[in-house]
């Protein structure tokens, strides 16, 4: 049971347009939210994240929204560059102690030149 | 910023054997190391939990047997894998919980094994 979905596999788009990462959730116990960058052969790189109190969160290029109605959050790069190509992945974090992430399947960002 | 240094990168073994593989938190003191496993094009799936100085936390269906978690001591956590057969071949990946504000969570760089 997939509690952290990223529904796009892949996404390409061209150098100086926008990228619009999305990822679903079902779990509402979950109460924060991350963005890790990982390429092949290497750990994750943290990116970005957002409490669930908030709606959004913004940090240079990178912003995420969320919408906990909806169970949905999304990650903008704006503008997208090539070295931004990379498996991105949605994590959540249940409330209360447990600091456990649950991670969606990724999804291929390719900026073209 | 925080490291945590995982070791080996890659490793091929032989079917029967067993493979340890080490996370160092570098700059910083790891009380909780969460270790991952990645199947191609799949998502991180948490193995286990481990806490220093206690047995480590496994999630259901790990087998607590083949995968040997010792966190030892603030820095240091290992997972052996025991008696290495061809479908444990996998991307395995420590992570370390740091204790901000803002719940970070800093990766080692991932382990390749290969068991053939």
């Known amino acids: 049971d997939q509690q952290v979905k990223q529904n796009s596999p892949s996404l390409s788009v061209q150098e100086g347009r926008i990228s619009i990462l999305n990822c679903d959730y079902t779990?509402?116990?979950?109460?924060?939210f991350l963005w890790y960058k990982k390429y092949p052969a290497e750990g994750p790189t943290f990116l970005i994240s957002?409490?669930?109190?908030?709606d959004k969160n913004e940090d240079g290029r990178f912003t995420v929204f969320l919408n906990k109605s909806a169970k949905h959050l999304s990650l903008h790069i704006v503008p997208s560059q090539p070295g931004d190509s990379a498996v991105y992945f949605c994590a959540a974090k249940s409330g209360g102690s447990n600091y456990k992430l649950t991670f969606g399947k990724g999804t291929l960002l390719t900026v073209n030149p | 910023g925080a490291v945590v240094s995982q070791h080996p990168s890659r490793v091929i073994c032989k079917s029967g054997t067993s493979v340890k593989i080490e996370c160092r938190s570098l700059?910083?003191?790891?009380?909780?190391m969460f270790w991952y496993r990645q199947f191609p094009k799949q998502s991180l799936m948490l193995m286990a939990t481990s806490n220093e100085g206690s047995k480590a936390t496994y999630e259901q269906g790990v087998e607590k047997d083949k995968f040997l978690i010792n966190h030892a001591s603030l820095t240091l956590s290992t997972l052996t894998v025991t008696s290495a057969h061809p479908e444990d071949s996998s991307f395995y990946i420590c992570?370390?919980?740091?204790?901000?504000?803002?719940?970070?969570?800093?990766f080692g760089s991932g382990t390749r094994l290969t068991v053939v």
């Open positions: 700059d910083f003191q790891a009380t909780t």
């Open positions: 779990n509402s116990m979950f109460d924060y």
């Open positions: 992570s370390a919980r740091l204790l901000s504000a803002n719940y970070g969570y800093t």
């Open positions: 957002i409490s669930s109190i908030k």
